[in-house]
């Protein structure tokens, strides 16, 4: 009886709710070679990749499992030879399609099939609003110029557009700039995405943290702007962590709102959790896409409160932020269950404030991917 008592009187687990994204890395192949790229180090060989049938399945187990937003990623997208049966299969599965592309390899046929397989929504990555900048930023002479011509083949389409711009230390001084750019493009939204210090980032930290004054200035930029383009377009900004006092509330939670597959079909609870050693994940090819969301040791391993520490476990605010990133926590941790050092609460945070004002005073050198891609720039 005691026993029976003790369970009854057990806090009950609320019920896990659906997720509402899927974010679908289709490859890690990609023409540009940005030093702040977010696929991991290791990037996946094309022989691993899900096959578009491969995806087709898991595209349908996602509508069925209660997915709304499928977001199609790379690397680029458009290496895929098979993308428009891709965007058919999201289609048929009932999932709103959004491309997240560079432009490059996009052109008016493919985007025309595209639209015709179901196609919902185009997100374009711009690196600057000069070219010559642009074009060093994203390692790939001429990128900019396609990426003004893509944005008008998408509008000319008939789809919404979204402009994506990562800011950092080269660009950052022209926000304003950026947000006039991707009004002029005719975009309903921009996402000004400060650069995230993890993988490849992290290995360009001191190339491309802005100082504290950038950060502060072009946040004050950008509230002004929210009000100055009210109605026509909505500008998505947060601040840079290394100069927040509180950390975002990274993925909406851990394993709460979206799940990632990659190429080669392992899923994880955001696209950077493959930094943090000892999490097992889950493939596509072996399980579920419902029961990879709801029992993998991946995504259980920082869901909920129970992983936290303090001063995680007994702050107000652990249902706001849930903690920060995981990630990030490793990177400057070593201890993905620490709080976030972007939290003043943390006792790392200062020290990650002096990592990004030592940063910020280094020479704006960029490590590529390829050899031959950063000697070719360099020339320029």
């Not at 000069?130 to 390692?139: K, L, P, T």
């Not at 650069?195 to 950008?222: E, K």
């Not at 079909?265 to 889950?282: D, K, N, Q, Y």
């Not at 990650?352 to 720039?377: H, I, K, N, S």
């Amino acid at each position: 009886m005691p026993d029976t008592l003790t369970a009854a009187l057990a806090p009950v687990e609320p019920p896990l709710a659906a997720p509402l994204g899927l974010l679908a890395e289709l490859t890690h192949r990609c023409p540009l070679a940005c030093p702040y790229c977010s696929n991991p180090l290791a990037l996946e060989d094309r022989a691993g990749e899900l096959s578009a049938t491969e995806w087709a399945r898991v595209l349908g187990e996602a509508g069925r499992l209660g997915v709304l937003q499928l977001h199609l990623s790379g690397g680029e997208p458009m290496s895929r030879r098979d993308i428009v049966e891709i965007v058919a299969a999201a289609h048929d599965a009932g999932l709103y399609s959004n491309l997240i592309t560079s432009g490059i390899g996009l052109d008016t046929a493919r985007l025309a099939h595209m639209v015709t397989a179901g196609l919902d929504h185009v997100q374009l990555s711009i690196q600057d609003t000069e070219a010559d900048s642009a074009d060093r930023i994203a390692g790939y002479r001429g990128a900019h110029a396609r990426k003004m011509e893509v944005a008008r083949l998408v509008l000319e389409a008939g789809l919404p557009l979204t402009v994506n711009a990562v800011v950092h230390r080269a660009n950052i001084e022209r926000v304003d700039a950026l947000v006039a750019l991707a009004a002029a493009l005719g975009a309903g939204r921009i996402e000004v995405a400060h650069a995230q210090y993890y993988g490849w980032g992290l290995r360009n930290r001191d190339a491309l943290m802005p100082t504290h004054a950038q950060a502060m200035r072009a946040v004050g930029l950008l509230e002004g702007l929210r009000e100055k383009y009210a109605g026509r377009m909505v500008i998505d900004a947060v601040l840079p962590d290394y100069y927040a006092r509180r950390p975002k509330p990274c993925m909406g939670g851990w394993g709460q709102r979206s799940l990632n597959v990659t190429p080669s079909g392992r899923v994880l609870p955001c696209h950077a959790a493959e930094t943090i050693p000892g999490l097992h994940f889950w493939s596509v090819r072996e399980h579920a896409l419902a029961d990879i969301w709801a029992s993998s040791p991946a995504f259980r391993a920082f869901r909920g409160e129970d992983w936290m520490q303090e001063p995680c476990r007994s702050c107000a605010r652990r249902h706001v932020d849930f903690g920060g990133c995981r990630c990030q926590a490793m990177a400057l941790a070593g201890d993905a269950a620490a709080t976030d050092p972007a939290c003043e609460l943390s006792p790392l945070h200062t020290m990650m404030q002096a990592l990004a004002e030592q940063a910020g005073e280094a020479p704006p050198q960029y490590l590529y991917r390829g050899r031959a891609v950063a000697d070719a720039m360099a020339q320029q």
